[in-house]
């Protein structure tokens, strides 16, 4: 990264202990930021503390779990307390659908944990971000990590729920609180193969991969380095004017049926 795009911010990042919250909070704290990094799993966000200083990087590790308000006010207030002031927070963590399961097998737990983890925990971070915003007098951003899912009908009837929920409170958040100068937006990753549902296995036989690659146009899997990279222009001046947009970074697989 040649720009320093977050020189001098504070940055909450949520689910920063794997896959594209972890991608992120290491381009966030490269291009200069200071990072809180909030996760339910506390040796990976200790890690990532832990590669974040090691290159140079300023980063404090916060166990969170995105379903307590109380753990993302303490994330919150943590970066207040050591650096001062929050400037964005970055809303990452989710969970994937049960595996095998349909949406008519979907059990009350299942529900509970999807909807609390995706859409109230996002709910919780721009409410308590925003809160700690206009307390600063104004001016913030807020991304959120939505799915191609949550554009179309594909990936699971509960997870689409979840995330179609995210998508539409980016776009009337970022209409609600423009008056504050507070910025709104979503990244909508594809295919990934991360600590997430399928990838999960870590093992994933060569078929599975090649399968999963042909589901986006371009013929890859996305990395999670690539919508971490959109997160962090969204979360620049770079994006000054953006605000109730969710980007696809899908390689097409929204654009339409192939
Ligand atoms: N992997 C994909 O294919 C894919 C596709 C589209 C969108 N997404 C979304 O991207 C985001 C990041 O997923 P990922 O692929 O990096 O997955 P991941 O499993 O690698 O990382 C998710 C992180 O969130 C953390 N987390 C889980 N529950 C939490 C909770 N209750 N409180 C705090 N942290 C919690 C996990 O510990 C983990 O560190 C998620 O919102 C996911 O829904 C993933």
């Not at 980016?170 to 991360?194: D, K, Q, Y």
């Not at 090649?210 to 997160?231: L, Q």
Request: include cysteine; aromatic fraction near 4%; hydrophobic fraction near 45%.
């Amino acid at each position: 990264m040649s720009e320093r795009l977050l020189e001098g911010k504070t940055a909450v990042i949520t689910g920063s202990g794997s896959g594209v919250g972890k991608a992120a909070a290491l381009l966030f704290a490269e291009a200069g930021a200071k990072v809180i990094c909030a996760d339910v799993q506390d040796e990976w966000i200790a890690n990532t503390v832990s590669e974040i200083k090691s290159a140079g990087g300023e980063a404090k590790a916060a166990h969170c779990d995105v379903r307590k308000r109380e753990d993302i006010q303490a994330a919150v207030d943590a970066a207040v307390a050591a650096y001062g002031r929050l400037d964005i927070i970055y809303n990452n963590a989710g969970v994937s659908s049960p595996l095998g399961k349909t949406f008519l097998t979907n059990t009350d737990d299942e529900i509970d944990r999807l909807t609390e983890i995706n859409f109230r925990g996002v709910l919780y971070g721009c409410q308590i971000a925003g809160r700690q915003f206009v307390k600063q007098g104004g001016g913030g951003v807020i991304v959120n990590t939505a799915s191609a899912a949550g554009l179309i009908g594909w990936g699971g009837s509960l997870y689409c729920g979840t995330k179609g929920a995210v998508v539409n409170l980016t776009r009337a958040l970022a209409i609600e609180l423009a008056s504050e100068n507070i910025r709104v937006n979503s990244v909508c990753p594809g295919v990934m193969v991360t600590n997430f549902g399928i990838g999960a296995a870590g093992n994933l036989s060569e078929a599975t991969l090649a399968g999963m690659a042909k589901i986006a146009p371009i013929g890859r899997i996305t990395d999670a380095s690539e919508p971490a990279r959109v997160a962090l222009f969204l979360a620049s001046d770079h994006a000054i004017t953006i605000t109730g947009t969710n980007i696809p970074v899908d390689g097409g697989m929204t654009a339409g049926k192939k």
